[in-house]
T-cell receptor, first 115, second 113 residues
Framework: DSGVTQTPKHLITATGQRVTLRCSPRSGDLSVYWYQQSLDQGLQFLIQYYNGEERAKGNILERFSAQQFPDLHSELNLSSLELGDSALYFC??????????????FGPGTRLTVL | TQLLEQSPQFLSIQEGENLTVYCNSSSVFSSLQWYRQEPGEGPVLLVTVVTGGEVKKLKRLTFQFGDARKDSSLHITAAQPGDTGLYLCARRNSGGSNYKLTFGKGTLLTVNP
């Protein structure tokens, strides 16, 4: 158990819909990262937040957005869903924002299926 | 885009065999990490290598970082069914506060009893 929690574990929805994925980081971790894992693209970085502020953006679509709240939990919002958005979505957390020893701990993921 | 190429993509072996998986790039890594991901779970960090030529051992797992810091290998001795999983290498983007990880597509290892 990494200490990072994600809900829900599974989510099935239809094209065009909007969903919200939730992540609670490890106690004491200020930085949260979101990744998408699909069979064809592998594990890809989406976005990073540190203490409520966006710090880095990766291959995140404009239909996707995220935020980190004062209690440090984070939500990833996916809208106008398409079949190709079906994937595993992972949240990871770390103590700080950088540094050689700044290990990221991954949650168990949310499996999103868009029908 | 600084891609990480992992090989082989799939590997199925019998318990007790040895194996090596590879991670290669055309670019120099500042550091490289190896993760193992089991079904239904997120990746778990195994090791971080930083220095060219570095060798690290974790029980039956041996990690090597190439002298030029463009490639790395993971060798497993006497594989066990518990070693089954997706092995991912990742590089950390250097510079500023950007700490995103760039992953290879992984090697899916199956160790049969």
């Amino acid at each position: 158990d990494s200490g990072v929690t994600q809900t829900p574990k599974h989510l099935i929805t239809a094209t065009g819909q909007r969903v919200t994925l939730r992540c609670s980081p490890r106690s004491g971790d200020l930085s949260v990262y979101w990744y998408q894992q699909s069979l064809d693209q592998g594990l890809q970085f989406l976005i990073q937040y540190y203490n409520g502020e966006e710090r880095a953006k990766g291959n995140i679509l404009e239909r996707f957005s995220a935020q980190q709240f004062p209690d440090l939990h984070s939500e990833l919002n996916l809208s106008s869903l398409e079949l190709g958005d079906s994937a595993l979505y992972f949240c990871a957390s770390s103590v700080a924002v950088g540094g050689q020893g700044n290990e990221q701990f991954f949650g168990p993921g949310t499996r999103l299926t868009v029908l | 885009t600084q891609l990480l190429e992992q090989s082989p993509q799939f590997l199925s072996i019998q318990e007790g065999e040895n194996l090596t998986v590879y991670c290669n790039s055309s670019s120099v890594f500042s550091s490289l990490q190896w993760y193992r991901q089991e079904p239904g779970e997120g990746p778990v960090l195994l090791v971080t290598v930083v220095t060219g030529g570095e060798v690290k051992k974790l029980k039956r797992l041996t990690f090597q970082f190439g002298d030029a810091r463009k490639d790395s290998s993971l060798h497993i001795t006497a594989a066990q069914p518990g070693d089954t999983g997706l092995y991912l290498c990742a590089r950390r983007n250097s510079g500023g506060s950007n700490y995103k990880l760039t992953f290879g597509k992984g090697t899916l290892l199956t160790v049969n009893p």
